[in-house]
């Protein structure tokens, strides 16, 4: 097949990291290309590539450039993976006679309105969620046939061996990932780590928050309110997280919503325990107390509680560690992944392809 991905994203994130991977994988027996928007993100992909502007949903001149691709390229399947992207290479998909197979990441409860019925039913031949709870909140919310959602895991593909740990301040470290947003919950971190250590009086921890946002300053003000200014490390964008997780001893994940998040798994195989709020799929694969501990969005007594416990029981802390690696691994390998997405896009390809043979065969009425 020929395949082409588009990708609007201004920042790199865990869509971006998914998308990669994808692409890498199918690659080796297909042919992929990728349509982007910032270069930050367009430059780490190795397959041929295309930047485009992706301005809006009705940005004629991307439109027009990604028809062009699509014939020039004999492209038989268009993957777009941002909500921007959905409209531009629908329409694109529908003038050019070839599939649409949209990515969503993330549990989104959808108002049944004209809009998303053209953009889900209508523009869309297949979508592609990476949990089971994103799919049953869209057949919840929309009108949309149930073989039509393909639930297709992450794939990772990340060794520990391959990076050095970053220098370990402290003898307790947590790390978290994340655009610097409200969603991410990362107000809701710092007030647990202020309440853990300041009640069992903890001075030998630390806070290390990667990524970038409007959110910055803010946060940075909250940590200096709570007095744990200088426990809390934000290191802005990483194009390389990885040895600040192989550091530490926690991974902790405190959003409002996800999918199942790309950071967690990474989080997992590179050896650290899981602090998470039940964020979209995430209880599909892990078990409270066996694979990591959860926290309800927003109650910091129970976040401090569970960097207490894994803060005095290294032990389990290791063990609950080695599970949730153990279960990544299996569950999530590239292989698993390049399968099932090959498996679904040769579907629908094999359908369009069936409906034009079909067509051919007809005799017109005499």
Known sequence: MNILFTCSAK???????????????????????????????????????????????????????????????NIDVIIPTKRKDYVLAGIASRISGIKNVLILGIVRDLRRNTINSLIYNHLADGIMVNARAIKDTLLQSLNIDYDKIAVVPNGLSLNAASFSPAERKTGFGITSIGELSERKGFDFLIRGFALFTEKYGITDASLTIIGEGGQLGTLKTLAASLGIGDMVMFTGF???????????????????????????????????AIITTKAGGIEEIFNHGEHCLFVRYNDVDTLAECLLFLYKNPVEREKMAEAA??????????????????????????????????????????
Not at 15 to 38: I, T
Not at 243 to 264: C, D, Q, R
């Open 325 to 366: 690696r153990l279960v990544v691994k299996q569950k999530f390998s590239i292989e698993k992944m390049t399968a099932d997405m090959t498996s679904f896009l040769s579907r629908l390809n094999s359908s369009n392809s069936l409906k034009t043979e079909n067509q051919s065969d007809e005799q017109p009425c005499r």
């Open 11 to 73: 920042r790199w994130g865990g869509n971006e990291a998914w998308v990669l991977n994808a692409a890498d994988a199918l690659k080796e027996h297909h042919n992929v290309l990728v349509a982007y928007r910032n270069e930050s993100v367009g430059s780490r992909f190795k397959t041929m590539k295309y930047r485009l502007p992706f301005m809006s949903e009705g940005d004629l001149f991307t439109l027009v450039r990604l028809v062009t691709i699509i014939k020039k390229y």
């Open 238 to 272: 990483l194009t390389n997280p990885y040895p600040y997780l192989l550091s530490g001893s926690v991974f902790a994940l405190a959003s409002k919503n996800e999918g199942i998040p790309y950071v967690t798994l990474e989080g997992a195989l590179l050896d650290n």
